[in-house]
């Protein structure tokens, strides 16, 4: 039997391509769990840090009502003013927290996936009505995950909901004996300990869920030889593609070693800091001087250091550096206004090497 995988079995790490693929169809990686942590652990904060201030609006209202009741006259007007007060005072409290959470929502599945817009999940596919297609999936790795995570969270949040009940039984008896104030007061208490003792157990759980669902992502993503063979040739085919790979190939064929280009040259003229053009005059094989390489900046800093080690005259000629730069590609001959200023270099180097 051979040592080698079945061709069809999913044993490479998903491509660039593949995620980008994945991405553009909805296909996000996303841990539920660590969403629902983090929007819990969010309400905590908004109900501990929000609940003196929400008392005493409620507080205020309920006093002004019972207050205002023996006098007030009950008719059609009246009882629609009383429910457009009653409705602005809740919208005041209940305001707030809806919002907070709604951008705490945003914010943390963003914080997971990143930003991403597309509207393909929306479209409808046959295979989610399909009752053997729900029935694999319920039995599927995933399936079964979330059933267990779904019991785990029960037999977190029971039990713990259970002791805290238990252990403040005699105080809750005692609640009728207590101040109104003191009712919220103690209750606020309560709950904010049992928030936070949820929130601890339940950030274990979503750990978990979140490494799961980060390997579940990627082995889904995973791909077969033929997939990832079918992908090259589909981006080596890509029109688009091989023309640039080919316009890279002739710009590279055109330009030779920029070494060998400097050692070439008759001279290189300078800006002296920015541009940099290596210049070669041979009447045998053209009519007119030829710019071997030219470059600006970090290019024309190499030229320049190329120039000093092989011997290669450099002159500093500001206007005449950036013209030839400008108008003149890399193994062109230089237009005919540009002769002037570089044959009067040109004389000028051959006078010293003959010098020489």
Not at 160 to 177: C, E, R
Not at 306 to 319: K, M, N, S, W
């Amino acid at each position: 039997m051979s040592d080698q995988p079945d061709r069809q079995e999913k044993i490479h790490d998903p491509t660039p391509t593949r995620l980008k693929k994945a991405r553009e169809e909805g296909n996000l990686f996303r841990s539920k769990e660590m969403s629902s942590v983090g929007m819990l652990a969010v309400s905590a904060a908004l109900l501990i840090l929000g609940m003196p201030a929400a008392f005493g609006v409620l507080q205020n209202m309920t006093t002004r009502l019972f207050l205002g009741a023996p006098t007030m006259e009950f008719n059609p007007t009246s009882v629609q003013g009383l429910f457009a007060d009653v409705g602005w005072q809740v919208t005041l409290v209940l305001a707030p927290f809806f919002a907070a959470l709604l951008v705490a929502g945003a914010g943390l599945s963003i914080a997971q996936t990143g930003w991403n817009v597309s509207v393909k999940p929306l479209a409808p596919k046959a295979n989610r009505i399909s009752p053997m297609q729900g029935f694999k999936r319920m039995f599927s790795t995933k399936g079964l995950f979330e059933t267990g995570k779904s019991l785990l969270k029960i037999a977190i949040v029971g039990p713990l909901a259970f002791f805290a009940i238990q252990g403040h039984l005699p105080q809750i008896l005692a609640l009728h004996t207590v101040p109104f104030e003191g009712i919220f007061t103690m209750a606020a208490g309560w709950i904010a300990l049992l928030l936070i003792q949820m929130l601890v157990a339940l950030a274990v759980l979503s750990a978990a869920d979140f490494s799961f669902e980060k390997w579940k992502y990627k082995e889904d993503l995973k791909m077969t030889d033929r997939e990832v063979k079918d992908e090259h040739k589909n981006q080596d085919g890509d029109p688009h593609i091989k023309g640039k790979r080919r316009q890279i190939a002739r710009e590279m064929a055109r330009r030779p070693r920029l070494d060998h280009a400097v050692m070439q040259a008759d001279v290189v003229v300078t800006n002296p800091t920015h541009y940099a053009v290596a210049l070669a005059y041979d009447p045998l094989t053209g009519s007119a001087p030829r710019v071997l390489a030219k470059g600006v900046r970090k290019r024309a800093l190499r030229i320049k250091e190329l120039a000093a080690e092989l011997g290669t005259p450099t002159v500093e000629d500001r206007p005449l550096a950036r013209a030839l730069h400008a108008t003149v590609e890399e193994g062109h001959e230089i237009s005919e206004d540009l002769y002037p200023a570089v044959a009067a270099i040109l004389a000028e180097i051959y006078r010293a090497r003959d010098a020489v």
